[in-house]
Nanobody, 125 residues
């Protein structure tokens, strides 16, 4: 099992940057496939980014590709989401998620077994 705690959310102006962190418990963090999802008010939760455990290959939603960067530091049991060139439409609660499953469809919420509580990101125009 793993417990996830997000941090780093806040209020930023459009065009600004923010880095989210997801701290994980346990000793097997390096084996987990990690993802970030977000949910805006009145909308469904959507995939943002993900990173493999094996080779650290990354995946991004088209809406954030080129602006956001996901990374992991296995020594610190932490994954990050660096968000640059933020837009008002990026406003959402951002969730960290984890799974040890293999061969998953990375954009599917149901593939992830563990979730953090979320951190609010608000981008003002």
């Amino acid at each position: 099992q793993v417990q996830l705690v997000e941090s780093g959310g806040g209020l930023v102006q459009a065009g600004g940057s923010l880095r989210l962190s997801c701290a994980a418990s346990g000793r097997t963090f390096s084996t987990y496939f990690m993802g970030w999802f977000r949910q805006a008010p009145g909308k469904e939760r959507e995939f943002v980014a993900a990173i493999r455990s094996s080779d650290s290959n990354t995946y991004y939603a088209a809406a954030v590709n080129g602006r956001f960067t996901i990374s992991r530091d296995n020594a610190k049991n932490t994954v990050y989401l660096q968000m640059n060139s933020l837009k008002p439409e990026d406003t959402a609660v951002y969730y960290c998620a984890a799974t040890q499953k293999w061969g998953i469809v990375v954009v599917r919420q149901d593939e992830y077994n563990y979730w953090g509580q979320g951190t609010q990101v608000t981008v003002s125009s």
